[in-house]
């Protein structure tokens, strides 16, 4: 549906797209170079056709470099934020689009201060004003920064910094509305790694919520959070090394704890790195999307979606054996002849978060081994079927 590419010139470097529906169209912001410098750019499809609306760029000024777009529809208006400037030292900057014409919303830049560097805007919508957090330096270190807008004016909402140590550099932040609270996930550096952190914002005051971190091991370096609502929890998901290489790992909060999701990892192959994971919901369904590399070493765009579990019922007492058949990821099926309470371990083990895997005595046809042992990978099962009966 691209014609090729949304490129307004398929030979030059287009990049980080964001997409948002405004007015029942589809609009694409990204950065694409116009041979001299990166400008920001903006197509929008009604559905059959792709039309420019930029005007040739959004940059305030072509001859800097622009980057990292983001948009969202506040009071129906479509918001674009982006950085604009020198590589050391960025603007954040922003305009608005009402649908036939562009407006400059920013006084000349967001940033607290205009002769430092500045990166990696977010925007979202929270208590019908329009939030925008970036990270920026203060001469010392990158502070987690944000402000607020209600149409008209532009506040700081964050005390200085949102930075759980202001003396340690933090970046790449990631904003989301959860249970009527502003929610931010941020990298922050402790003295030995980057740690995953998250606040969240009632509209007076910020709340730290982490633990002191969301990784899974605060002595590995961890980047790159991105958070979604699914089901009324808030997913977040990040790549993290284990000591070897880097994994996507997710958690999820329900308003009171964080839980792990992943398995241990998301990657499909633990000894490929990966990275740049993103969460969306679809149709009811919440999908991790990251890169990894392969056995090339070239990197490959992955895709899981997580698969919700409906817990039997415990005990099963509807039978006193049970045939067990596990569906896993390759599409293969694996059956079972177990006792009641075999099937019931292997459920306990399968609702815990710990255990990466499971191992099923087979007690048949062990012909001259001492024994037989399937070893079940927990990231590997899609479903599971229990088939009760009397012996």
């Known amino acids: 549906m691209d014609n090729g590419s949304l490129n307004y010139n398929s030979y030059k470097y287009g990049s980080e797209p964001r997409a948002v529906v405004y007015k029942n169209d589809l609009y694409v912001t990204w950065h694409e170079d116009d041979g001299s410098k990166d400008q920001i750019r903006v197509k929008k499809y009604d559905g059959s056709n792709w039309v420019g609306v930029d005007n040739g760029s959004l940059n305030y000024n072509s001859s800097k470099h622009a980057g990292r777009s983001n948009a969202v529809v506040y009071k129906n208006e479509l918001y674009v934020t982006w950085q604009e400037g020198d590589e050391k030292n960025y603007q954040i900057r922003a305009k608005k689009y009402d649908g036939s014409k562009w407006i400059g919303v920013d006084n000349g830049s967001l940033n607290y201060n205009s002769s430092k560097n500045a990166q990696r805007s977010e925007a979202v919508v929270y208590k019908n004003e329009l939030y925008v957090t970036w990270y920026e330096d203060n001469g010392d270190e990158y502070q987690i920064v944000s402000k607020k807008y209600d149409g008209s004016k532009w506040v700081g909402v964050d005390n200085g910094s949102l930075n759980y140590d202001s003396s340690k550099t933090a970046s790449d932040p990631h904003a989301v509305v959860y249970k009527n609270e502003l929610y931010v996930t941020w990298d922050e550096e402790d003295g030995r790694n980057y740690q995953i952190r998250v606040k969240k914002y009632d509209g007076s005051k910020w709340v730290g919520l982490d633990n002191g971190s969301l990784n899974y091991d605060s002595s590995k370096f961890a980047s790159d959070s991105h958070a979604v609502v699914y089901k009324n ?41 990966a990275s740049d994971s993103h969460a969306v919901e679809y149709r ?108």
């Open 284 to 391: 009811n369904e919440l999908y991790i999307i990251w890169t990894e590399y392969n056995e090339n070493n070239k990197p490959q765009i992955r895709v899981k979606k997580l698969v919700n579990k409906t817990e039997p019922e415990k005990p099963i007492n509807k039978g006193n054996k049970a045939l067990l058949r596990i569906t896993m990821e390759e599409g293969t099926e694996k059956e079972y002849d177990m006792t009641i309470k075999d099937v019931n371990d292997f459920i306990d083990w399968y609702d815990k978060e710990s255990g990466s895997y499971y191992i099923i005595e087979k007690d048949y046809n062990i012909g001259p081994f001492e024994s037989r042992k399937d070893y079940i990978i927990k990231n590997k099962i899609v479903n599971f079927e229990v088939m009760e009966y009397n012996e």
């Open 233 to 273: 929890e808030l997913y977040v998901t990040w790549f993290e090394h284990n000591g070897n290489t880097f994994q996507v790992r997710v958690k999820k909060y329900d308003g009171s704890k964080w839980v792990g999701v992943d398995n241990g990892s998301l990657n499909y192959d633990s000894s490929k790195f």
